[in-house]
């Protein structure tokens, strides 16, 4: 148990579903990230919060929509994407601020696009 | 840009073998280097992590890494690999923060762990 809960763990959605990744952490953090682990890619970033302001877009896709409502807690909103998507997304959180401060990451969830 | 090389995508060693993953980053100054664990259907844990001082640092389930400057390397070694250590193992760098914009890591691709009985 890391202190960051993701849901759904997986999720299956046609190209033209609209559906939301959520992530919540329990650490008291101040910023969150979503990563994408995709087959045979590194790690890719795709948004950072710092506060709940947006502080990093990674040139990540519009069908990709984050919402920060508050430090805790981060959604993914996802929308017309594609079967190239498919991928583990992962949330991870920090004491922001600081590079010297350690990711803590959620078990992921796991999406397949039909 | 930072980047980072894990030259090896898989490794097999007989459990109670030593173990080193190798790791080669490329960055201006001096990085802030970690390493990370992911065990199938988990996130990434972090092992250790290198920001200054003692080049050779200690991380947990007995894991230990040497920064050297010289060959923009961070190994990953362990003297006795139990076999639930297999896993992937995933090198990272931070990149200089902007404007408090949190923790900026670049991963490398990954190196597969597998223990032979």
């Known amino acids: 148990e890391t202190g960051v809960t993701q849901t759904p763990r997986h999720l299956v959605m046609g190209m033209t579903n609209k559906k939301s990744l959520k992530c919540e952490q329990h650490l008291g953090h101040n910023a969150m990230y979503w990563y994408k682990q995709s087959a045979k890619k590194p790690l890719e970033l795709m948004f950072v919060y710092n506060f709940k302001e947006q502080t990093e877009n990674n040139s990540v896709p519009s069908r990709f929509s984050p919402e920060c409502p508050n430090s805790s807690h981060l959604f993914l909103h996802l929308h017309t994407l594609q079967p190239e998507d498919s991928a583990l997304y992962l949330c991870?959180?920090?004491?922001?601020?600081?590079?010297?401060?350690?990711?803590?990451f959620g078990e992921g969830s796991r999406l397949t696009v039909l | 840009a930072q980047s980072v090389t894990q030259p090896d995508i898989h490794i097999t060693v007989s459990e109670g073998a030593s173990l080193e993953l190798r790791c080669n980053y490329s960055?201006?100054?001096?990085?802030?280097l970690f390493w990370y664990v992911q065990s199938p259907g988990q996130g990434l844990q972090l092992l250790l992590k290198?920001?200054?001082?003692?080049?050779l640092v200690q991380g947990i389930k007995g894991f230990e890494a040497e920064f050297k400057r010289s060959q923009s390397s961070f190994n990953l070694r362990k003297p006795s690999v139990h076999w639930s250590d297999a896993a992937e193992y995933f090198c990272a760098v931070a990149r200089p923060k902007n404007n408090n914009a949190g923790n900026m890591l670049t991963f490398g691709g990954g190196t597969r762990l597998m223990v032979k009985p």
């Open positions: 991870a959180s920090s004491q922001g601020h600081s590079n010297t401060g350690e990711l803590f």
């Open positions: 960055y201006g100054a001096t990085p802030y």
């Open positions: 290198y920001f200054s001082g003692d080049t």
